[in-house]
């Protein structure tokens, strides 16, 4: 009986019989035939004055594809699909202020436009605006620490980015 059973549930999954279907919520993202992709360094355009902040963010989201593991990186030559990435703008605000208007916390917003294109097509798949922030401890206008959020606001927005790419919700 047992045999039986096992045998009429590989024969549901094999032939997908209507109504025994598997079932997900990953959409169209990735698409289909897109194995490989391609991510140069990002263009900034934001005029923030930090010269490695394009291949800081770059290698950053290189390394979250990487562990994600769901697109090989590859030159923009030989792959399927390009992520282009500009920095459009980078914000330092107040976070936190104190009795006395002490600025304990600050807070580093990032906004980043990307643009995912299917280079096999040569179709434009998708153009999004992201948007995050990284805060860190401030005294004044003591800056020093200013590098800590934005390690923060790339994190965030690179997580944010390969949860686009690779998934449809």
């Not at 897109?34 to 140069?40: D, L, M, Q």
């Not at 394009?54 to 590859?74: G, Q, V, W």
């Amino acid at each position: 009986m047992r045999i039986i059973s096992l045998i009429l549930l590989a024969a549901l999954i094999y032939f997908q019989i209507p109504g025994c279907g598997v079932y997900g919520f990953r959409g169209n993202n990735p698409p289909k035939g897109i194995n490989s992709i391609a991510v140069p360094t990002a263009k900034d355009i934001s005029g923030f004055s930090s010269p490695t902040l394009p291949e800081t963010f770059t290698e950053r989201l290189k390394s979250r594809i990487i562990s994600d593991n769901t697109f090989r990186l590859a030159d923009k030559k030989i792959s399927d699909a390009v992520l282009n990435c500009t920095i459009t703008n980078v914000g330092d605000d107040v976070s936190v202020i104190t009795t006395g208007d002490n600025v304990t916390q600050r807070k580093i917003i990032l906004t980043i436009k990307v643009s995912f294109e299917d280079l096999k097509k040569q179709k434009l798949i998708w153009e999004k605006n992201f948007q995050n922030y990284g805060e860190y401890p401030s005294s004044g206008n003591d800056f020093s620490r200013r590098a800590d959020g934005v390690a923060i606001a790339i994190e965030k927005i690179s997580e944010d980015i390969v949860i686009e790419l690779t998934s449809n919700w």
